[in-house]
């Protein structure tokens, strides 16, 4: 709080500094007026405002060389002073403003700044901006006569000066801010005089002398150098639009008369100073300014920071709201600086862009125009003829601005983008450069690599997993030549939406046909093109700023996505070399050359067949291949898009375009079948289908008459075993009484050219298959045998020896043991073969039964449809097992486990094709490939947990022999391998012969004799030279023998170590001598104590468990 309130208190303690400054002038005096202010109220300071001012103005204009400390001083008080005062003479706001410009010119030359310290200029720049905001009222407007219009130049050349060549960022923002009061447009948050339509009027003509000047020295202050820093380059673009805006100013210009008034004689030299606003001197300056709103677009639109490209969108929207008649010639400078910026990196610019776009369209400020319109045609039509040489020399960058810009111009013409499209020069070279610039990366070898070998894996999956990418929009990943920016190809997306949405949809559709015709180089991207437009026209995923004339109708889409859909589908654009698997390159050429012999002769026919010349097809190149797996996934792409775009009237379509569809799901092709899938799950979405099951359901009979009509014709259409395989994968056990027919005419067809197609057929009979497992069977546990747990004991009741076997190591009871060794002998005659008749004719007729009473079997009780199919399928799998071809055996031996799992329950009709197969099964396992005999010997476990006993005999005189020796043969190779040797196929198959013999010991209840081999061929593995998982392995071999006879197992892991020598249970009973016993330690011990420990637990947890059950173990 002041504590002198009055101006008679205030003069008394301001008298004396006073004084003594005007006597004095040194920086303490001035410091000492500085300190009595402090205590003088606001309200008495402004009495004594000119009394307080003379000695500071005194002390400025006194001559001679004065420190700058001295002057900083008598500035900065001065300003205090300012601050909290008011102005209110005219000539004390006049004297002040020269006196402080004076202070910051140079002596010799007023127009240049004095070589001052940088914190005096910055100070009195500060005094200024300060003065400016302390006149009072009208007070202000004083200053914006033409009597004193030497003095606001005098102030605007000093400031623009320390604007462009000061290098210190503070002066530089100063002197900016203080240019943009001096022309009263300041942005500030004090409350400022509003200016009425003359008074503006006046400071127009004023400032319009300044213009030139300005307008230059801004643009050299926005594109200088960046190191200046972001705030001086806005402060830069926001003082030049509203200079401008002011001189330029349509709703001023209206009102000025050609003719200049005649000035008074007092004012004729001073009148020659003013500018007449007049259309010669408007449409000078208009040009002239162009040039540098040219210049300062190209500059400030590329800046790397935001807030340079936000005040640039904030000058094209000032000067577009209040200058766009005069600077008609910069609208189109102006326009691509917003259309530019529309898709900018940062979301606040691309905001406003797309605010001020709206708000240009919605007034209609380019379509009521015409020469608006005129200039957006005209750069159009320059874009497009430049376009094509853009896209091959700009980086993504500059490709990324110049298609901004080639989207922003289409969506302000809207409707007369027409205008350009009826060009067919323009509509050319448009259409060229879309060609180029959306030309694909073909030469990456994976896109070929990439198979679907298992398709019953995911069986159901696929469309499940590619649902939540289909929603948001995103397709398979394309990789362009020219580009790697992904912002490029969305924008390349508007474009084609856009030009399909106000565009003439038949001139375009037709246009790039032909373009698809034209060249296979082009057959890519113009599919991409059409996709698009197609999507566009539908309304769909386009962003426009005004709604378009005429609609179009549903009838006229759906004709144009019926033409389209017929040349994506037609033989020649659909089956096209993918692989170089010999059965699939000989499919596409058969279906070429029947389609090239099918048309008629002429220049179409002609051009066809040597389009499928030998040297294409016969021997392509990964290039070629990928370029064929591309176009058929933008084509399937395109399906999808079409079905979106006509909802679910494209339900009348699918009679044509499902089959197709499912055909290429069934592809090979991870890319092609993905991409069917993804197509499918769109076609659902958008015809209204829950899932892609009730599609297929829905539409069963239209796939199913296709499937028959392609079978007959196979040599032509050899992929209609495909469309059944999609059908079985996504459907459920609905769709199997549907197709029943179908896989019978599958399996005929098979009969007869299973030399020739039998991989494919194998391909659909897998899935099939796979499908009834899925349907029908419930598998309890894991699939196969050899992935049990084997540390716990198993759910199932085990045989009865097993039970008496444990019982005599559990309780050692004298009935028990006696017990035991009857049975033991018993079981001893069993294996042998030594047995009374009539249990010989208990054990011996079942084997033969089922081969004998078949038919009867069958008549009696027929099978399930499902079974009966996989009971077929089993037929043709007994048939083809010998193949030649291993790729065949090793499908057929995955199909023949399918049906093994399907025919479970059916042992009448499972047991005589077990006996049929099993010769041909055994070669497999003991004479073949190596993969072979790894996919037999996994058929060989699912067939042991199904069939058990019927296999015993078989099994132990067939393949045990050749299993056990050739483990042991190979084990010293393991022995001996490195690391590497885990990776080799003989490493595999001797890890899954370890995993699955003692499983199968385990079902087939295998004899003493036999466990005694298993026992003795996996002893070599307990090795600790050998790989840590066969070693894993060859005790799950053990464990599996402790259930089946825990004591031979007990004594043969005793023989070969004995750490614990066994302790009579009586004293009248002889110590036991054991092989182990005394041994030192070596290779084999850990493992077989490993198991000993086991063995033993599993003992005393039998034995702690109460009476009760006992007897479930």
């Known amino acids: 709080m002041a504590v002198f309130d009055t101006p008679q208190q205030a003069f008394g303690i301001l008298r004396p500094v006073c004084v003594q400054l005007t006597k004095v002038q040194t920086t303490e005096n001035v410091e000492r007026l500085q300190a009595q202010l402090q205590m003088v109220s606001d309200s008495a300071l402004q009495e004594l405002q000119e009394y307080v001012l003379f000695p500071l103005r005194f002390t400025l204009k006194t001559p001679g060389p004065k420190r700058e400390s001295l002057v900083q001083s008598v500035v900065q008080c001065i300003t205090s002073i300012l601050s909290t005062t008011c102005v209110k003479k005219q000539d004390l706001l006049q004297e002040l403003f020269s006196e402080l410009c004076t202070c910051l010119s140079s002596p010799s030359n007023l127009q240049q700044p004095a070589p001052l310290s940088e914190e005096l200029k910055l100070t009195i720049i500060q005094a200024l901006h300060v003065l400016m905001h302390s006149a009072y009222g009208d007070i202000i407007l004083t200053l914006y006569q033409s009597s004193t219009l030497p003095h606001l130049g005098f102030a605007v050349s000093l400031l623009l000066a320390l604007a462009e060549k000061e290098k210190a960022k503070q002066i530089k923002l100063a002197a900016l801010k203080c240019l943009q009061v001096l022309i009263l447009q300041c942005d500030c948050q004090e409350h400022h005089r509003l200016l009425d339509t003359d008074e503006t009027r006046q400071c127009g003509d004023l400032f319009a002398s300044f213009l030139p000047g300005i307008s230059i020295a801004l643009s050299r202050v926005i594109t200088g150098d960046i190191k200046q820093g972001h705030m001086v380059t806005v402060s830069a673009i926001r003082l030049f639009y509203h200079t401008v805006s002011l001189v330029m100013a349509d709703e001023q210009l209206i009102r000025i008369t050609k003719d200049k008034e005649k000035p008074s004689v007092d004012q004729s030299r001073l009148s020659e100073l003013v500018v007449h606003r007049g259309p010669d001197w408007v449409k000078s300056t208009a040009d002239k300014l162009s040039l540098l709103i040219h210049k300062i677009v190209e500059f400030a639109s590329l800046h790397p920071h935001w807030k340079v490209r936000m005040e640039l969108v904030e000058l094209v929207h000032h000067l577009m709201l209040k200058c766009s008649q005069s600077l008609v010639e910069s609208v189109g400078h102006l326009l691509k600086a917003l259309v530019g910026l529309v898709n900018d990196e940062s979301n606040e610019v691309q905001s406003k862009c797309r605010e001020i776009l709206r708000s240009i369209a919605e007034l209609q400020t380019v379509a009521e125009n015409r020469a608006l319109a005129d200039v957006l045609s005209e750069n159009l039509h320059s874009l497009a003829t430049a376009l094509p040489r853009l896209m091959n020399s700009q980086d993504d960058q500059g490709k990324f601005s110049t298609l901004s810009l080639l989207l922003g111009s289409l969506k302000l013409l809207g409707p007369k983008v027409n205008i350009v499209l009826n060009s067919a020069a323009h509509l050319q070279r448009l259409s060229k450069a879309l060609m180029q610039v959306l030309e694909l990366d073909v030469a990456d070898v994976k896109i070929v690599e990439d198979r679907c070998w298992s398709p019953e894996g995911s069986l159901g999956e696929p469309a499940v997993s590619l649902q939540h990418g289909l929603q948001k929009g995103k397709g398979q990943k394309k990789y362009f030549r020219f580009f790697i920016d992904e912002r490029i190809f969305l924008l390349i997306q508007q474009v084609c939406r856009v030009l399909g949405y106000y565009g003439n949809l038949y001139l375009l559709v037709d246009h790039f046909l032909g373009l698809y015709h034209e060249s296979i180089v082009y057959r890519k991207q113009a599919a991409i093109v059409l996709n698009e437009l197609i999507t566009g026209a539908a309304g769909l995923g386009v962003d426009v700023l005004h709604e378009r004339e005429t609609a179009l109708s549903t009838e006229d889409l759906k004709g144009t996505i019926t033409s389209i859909l017929e040349e994506y589908t037609e033989q020649a654009n659909w089956y096209l070399v993918t692989s170089i698997d010999t059965e699939g390159i000989s499919d596409e050429l058969t279906v070429k050359r029947s389609r090239a012999h099918a048309i008629p002769g002429g220049a179409n026919s002609s051009s066809l067949i040597s389009s499928f010349s030998p040297s294409s097809d016969l021997s392509p190149t990964i290039r070629s291949m990928n370029s064929n797996i591309w176009q058929i996934c933008i084509q399937l792409e395109g399906v999808g898009c079409f079905a979106y775009a006509l909802g679910k009237e494209f339900r009348l379509l699918?009679?044509?375009?499902?089959?197709?569809?499912?055909?290429?799901?069934?592809?090979?092709?991870?890319?092609?079948?993905?991409?069917?899938?993804?197509?499918?799950?769109?076609?659902?979405?958008?015809?209204?289908?829950?899932?892609?099951?009730?599609?297929?359901?829905?539409?069963?009979?239209?796939?199913?008459?296709?499937?028959?009509?392609?079978?007959?014709?196979?040599?032509?259409?050899?992929?209609?075993?495909?469309?059944?395989?999609?059908?079985?994968?996504?459907?459920?056990?609905?769709?199997?009484?549907?197709?029943?027919?179908?896989?019978?005419?599958?399996?005929?067809?098979?009969?007869?050219?299973?030399?020739?197609?039998?991989?494919?057929?194998?391909?659909?009979?897998?899935?099939?298959?796979?499908?009834?497992?899925?349907?029908?069977?419930?598998?309890?546990?894991?699939?196969?045998?050899?992935?049990?747990?084997?540390?716990?004991?198993?759910?199932?009741?085990?045989?009865?020896?097993?039970?008496?076997?444990?019982?005599?190591?559990?309780?050692?009871?004298?009935?028990?043991?006696?017990?035991?060794?009857?049975?033991?002998?018993?079981?001893?005659?069993?294996?042998?073969?030594?047995?009374?008749?009539?249990?010989?004719?208990?054990?011996?007729?079942?084997?033969?039964?089922?081969?004998?009473?078949?038919?009867?079997?069958?008549?009696?009780?027929?099978?399930?449809?499902?079974?009966?199919?996989?009971?077929?399928?089993?037929?043709?799998?007994?048939?083809?097992?010998?193949?030649?071809?291993?790729?065949?055996?090793?499908?057929?031996?995955?199909?023949?486990?399918?049906?093994?799992?399907?025919?479970?329950?059916?042992?009448?009709?499972?047991?005589?094709?077990?006996?049929?197969?099993?010769?041909?099964?055994?070669?497999?396992?003991?004479n073949d490939d190596p993969l072979a005999v790894l996919r037999a010997f996994k058929v060989l476990c699912t067939l042991a947990e199904v069939c058990g006993d019927f296999l015993r005999q078989r099994f132990s005189r067939d393949v045990l022999p050749k299993l056990a020796g050739s483990l042991v043969t190979q084990a010293p190779v393991s022995a001996r391998a490195g690391p590497v040797y885990s990776h080799t196929l003989a490493f595999k198959l001797q890890l899954a012969v370890l995993q699955g013999l003692g499983s199968l010991c385990e079902k087939l209840d295998m004899g003493e004799s036999d466990l005694n081999k298993v026992a003795d061929a996996c002893l070599i593995y307990l090795s600790a030279k050998q790989p840590v998982k066969l070693q894993e392995a060859a005790q799950s071999v053990f464990l599996h023998l402790m259930r089946v006879d825990p004591d031979a197992t007990w004594l043969f892991l005793n023989e070969v170590c004995c750490s614990l020598p066994p302790e009579p249970p009586h004293t009248s009973l002889h110590p036991v001598k054991l092989g182990g016993m005394g041994r030192h330690r070596n290779e084999f011990t850990d493992n077989v104590l490993c198991l000993l420990g086991e063995l033993q637990r599993r003992e005393t947890a039998v034995s702690q468990a109460t009476p009760q059950e006992v007897p479930e173990l």
């Open 654 to 926: 699918l009679a044509s375009a499902l089959y197709p569809v499912l055909e290429k799901a069934g592809d090979s092709t991870l890319l092609i079948s993905q991409t069917a899938v993804e197509t499918m799950v769109d076609v659902c979405h958008a015809c209204g289908y829950d899932s892609v099951q009730y599609l297929i359901n829905a539409n069963s009979d239209y796939l199913v008459n296709g499937i028959s009509l392609n079978l007959r014709r196979v040599a032509h259409q050899p992929h209609a075993s495909r469309v059944l395989e999609t059908m079985l994968r996504h459907s459920d056990a609905s769709l199997l009484p549907l197709v029943e027919d179908v896989i019978q005419d599958v399996l005929s067809t098979l009969d007869q050219f299973y030399d020739d197609r039998v991989s494919s057929f194998l391909g659909v009979l897998s899935t099939l298959v796979a499908a009834l497992v899925q349907w029908f069977v419930v598998v309890k546990g894991n699939k196969y045998p050899q992935e049990e747990n084997l540390a716990q004991p198993s759910s199932t009741s085990p045989p009865a020896p097993q039970q008496q076997g444990e019982g005599s190591v559990i309780t050692p009871m004298v009935q028990e043991v006696e017990q035991f060794f009857l049975d033991y002998i018993k079981q001893k005659q069993i294996a042998e073969g030594n047995l009374p008749a009539e249990e010989e004719e208990e054990v011996h007729p079942p084997p033969p039964e089922p081969e004998m009473s078949n038919t009867g079997a069958e008549g009696e009780t027929p099978l399930p449809a499902h079974a009966q199919i996989a009971k077929d399928v089993l037929e043709r799998c007994i048939h083809l097992l010998s193949d030649k071809s291993l790729r065949v055996r090793l499908k057929v031996l995955d199909v023949l486990e399918l049906c093994v799992t399907v025919l479970h329950l059916h042992e009448n009709h499972l047991l005589p094709m077990a006996h049929r197969a099993w010769p041909a099964l055994v070669t497999r396992l003991i």
